[in-house]
Every structure is written in structure tokens, then in C-alpha cells.
């Protein structure tokens, strides 16, 4: 039997993207991802209300990660594995700040987001603005962070994303000894 048709009829192709990049294919997508999440609410009897209430999230920025084969997988931050600590840091009392390396656009795996979960919809539609312009881990590193802060915790989200930019750069480790020393 010939693959390319098989491939064809299981729609078991990746999709190429304007980039250049290929998104999983859309059998892929259905047996990897799911519409909706287990969000149960993220209630909390009490939430925080010390003086320590933010967070920092570090996203990637880039978006392509090369494979063995020298094609690009198109992918970034997992948009559950972002979106549901975030939800639940929020229900927590916690604020949270946005940055990326250079201050770039946050990215974000689209073809992996829950398209039915109106939790995850209505925090991806609150923070569209953010994810857009956040701000810079550069900036945070050499300005903002300080021995009196009010972050009580530093996120990385998950996701193929965490390994793009984000493990040899200086500015995080910086920050991650500084969380660690605070």
C-alpha cells in the first residue's frame, strides 16, 4: 500500500505553515489534544493576600524548532500547560507577570488550544494584549528584580516552547538564581 495515500486518507500529513514550519496533521491533532480541559474552577477557601503576589512567567518567543531532519515543527508556549497554572495561580490570589527573552510576542501552539473550554477561550481573550506586547526578561533581569520583590514565584510554562531561547539564556538564569536567593 502506498503511504503518501494512506497518509491522505488518515489525513496523517503535517500541515505546512506560511513560515515554512509544518503543524502536527490533523490526525495528530485529534488524538493528542483535546477540545476542553479538566478545569474544575480553581476555587480556593483562601485565596493569598500577602505582600508577595505576582508571579513571573517566561515565555518563549520563537516559534520553529528544528528536528533532526532539518524541518521546522511549529510550536511555542502549550497553551493548556500555560493557561491552566495560570488560571489557578489567578483563583490563588497571585498576579501574574509576562515576559520573553527580548520582549517579543509570546508564542503559542494554536493548533493545540482546547477550542471548546471557555476557561482557557475567555484567559487567552484577557491576556491577548499581554501576550503581544510582554515584557522583556532582559528588562526584568537587569532593572526589576530586587532583594525586596513581590514575586513569590518564577513559571516557566511547558510545552515544546520551554526549549526555544529559553535554556541557555543568561537573563533566565540570573533570574532563577535571584528567585532562588529571595
Known sequence: INMGILRKLFRASPIPTPDGAFSPSPLAIKLGTSSTTDYDGGAYAKPYAGTKNRVLMICTEER???MANGKKFSTGN??????????????????IDVVTPTGAPVAIEM?????????????Y????GVFQNP??????AQNIM???????????????????????N?????????????
Open 111 to 123: 493548533w493545540a488550544m482546547p477550542a471548546d473550554d471557555a476557561n482557557i477561550q475567555k484567559l
Open 170 to 182: 543568561a537573563d533566565l538564569g540570573k533570574v532563577l538564581l535571584w528567585a532562588h536567593k529571595t
Open 146 to 168: 530586587t532583594d525586596d520583590t513581590q514575586y513569590a514565584a518564577v513559571f516557566i510554562p511547558g510545552g515544546h516552547g520551554a526549549m526555544l531561547g529559553l535554556p541557555d
Open 125 to 128: 481573550r484577557d491576556f491577548d
Open 64 to 66: 520553529n524548532m528544528t
Open 135 to 140: 515584557g522583556s526578561l532582559e528588562e526584568f
Open 78 to 95: 502549550h497553551p493548556v500547560e500555560m493557561g491552566l497554572p495560570m488560571l489557578h495561580l489567578m483563583n490563588a490570589g497571585f498576579e
